[in-house]
């Protein structure tokens, strides 16, 4: 495994990630801990979290940190892995109990250390930003948490780069620590949010790239195709939705057609595109049993040659209204 300076920060990651939202609700704790323990043993060393996972229907939000914290006081292995985490969502119908304000940001730290069963989060993330609070004051707590100790880095997740841009004014006039990382939505048929302006934004401030759903949430495997009915799975109607649109068929099945002519999945040459852009630090990944995350970290080994990768972009580009300034 060949790891990853995060951005500028001091500290390394494997070139994947482990998404943990699906603990919980999609599959049990018992589940949970196999893939996790699989996950070290492919030498990951870095896992996804957020304080509401698993906010479902059959589950509640702080399970899938529940059930991390639970493995890690099991496994004793706190010291070699990268926890990431991320506040911001409702923790329970209380109108304070979500946000960004100093307040909350307390509260959620406290909150997730508590599940995690441990002293500190490495990578300390917003899940957006909440219109509702000054973005100073939100840094000036989350800065706290960094000198007491309690958190490491801090990162941002499904942020406009003039959000970011504004933050990092904000941390340098006051000396507070800024968001060393992002995390957007990234994969061969979302491209643009990365690759629009939030590109510029990461290379001139060098900051990490966490990206999530490199497989559009499950679209882009061979349970989908235009010609079948939705596959039995919770994420079907979302991919429906969100996904089926022509222009995401083509690529889905250029997609399906080079995993054919190579002889391995899908999931592998979604991945393995990922894997090919240098703006990405490390792909987070969802994997609802030992066998999906076996084969998605096969994607470690899959090598795209230089017309697939042409032939994958191509099919996959986008078009700006406001091309001239691209
Ligand atoms: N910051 C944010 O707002 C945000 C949002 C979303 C996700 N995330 C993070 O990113 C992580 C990954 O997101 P994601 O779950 O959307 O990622 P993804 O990798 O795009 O999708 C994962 C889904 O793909 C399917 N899948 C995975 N491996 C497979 C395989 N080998 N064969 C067949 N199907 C496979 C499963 O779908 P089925 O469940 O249908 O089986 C799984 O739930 C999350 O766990 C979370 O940590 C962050």
Request: charged share 30%.
């Amino acid at each position: 495994m060949k790891f990853k300076r995060l951005g500028s920060t001091g500290i390394k990651i494997s070139p994947i990630i482990l998404g943990t939202m699906q603990f919980g609700w999609r599959i049990n704790e018992e589940e949970s801990f196999k893939v996790m323990d699989k996950a070290i043993e492919l030498g990951i060393n870095c896992f996804d979290t957020a304080d509401i996972y698993s906010r479902r229907a059959n589950s509640y939000p702080g399970k899938s940190e529940e059930i991390i914290g639970k493995w890690l006081k099991d496994r004793k292995i706190r010291n070699d892995l990268i926890l990431a985490t991320k506040l911001r969502g409702a923790m329970s119908d209380d109108i304070n109990d979500k946000g960004l304000s100093r307040r909350h940001v307390r509260q959620a730290i406290v909150g997730s250390l508590k599940r995690l069963q441990t002293n500190w989060v490495d990578l300390y993330q917003i899940h957006s930003f909440d219109n509702d609070t000054e973005i100073e004051e939100t840094l000036h707590a989350l800065n706290i948490l960094v000198d007491e100790g309690l958190v490491n880095y801090l990162g941002a997740s499904n942020v406009h780069p003039w959000q970011l841009v504004e933050s990092f004014w904000i941390s340098e006039k006051y000396g507070y620590a800024r968001f060393e990382t992002v995390q957007p939505p990234y994969c061969i048929i979302r491209r643009m949010l990365v690759e629009h302006q939030m590109c510029h934004v990461i290379k001139k401030y060098r900051i990490g790239v966490i990206s999530y759903s490199p497989l559009a949430g499950g679209f882009l495997t061979e349970r989908y195709s235009r010609e079948q009915s939705l596959p039995d799975t919770p994420r079907g109607e979302g991919a429906q939705k969100r996904y089926f649109t022509d222009k995401r068929w083509k690529i889905h099945e250029s997609v399906r057609e080079i995993a054919e002519s190579k002889d391995v999945k899908m999931t592998q040459i979604a991945l393995a595109w990922v894997l090919t852009k240098d703006i990405i630090t490390a792909p987070i990944i969802g994997a609802n049993s030992v066998k999906q995350l076996e084969e998605n970290i096969g994607a470690l080994e899959i090598k795209l040659e230089e017309n697939e990768i042409k032939k994958l972009d191509e099919i996959s580009d986008w078009i700006p209204d406001f091309e001239a300034i691209r």
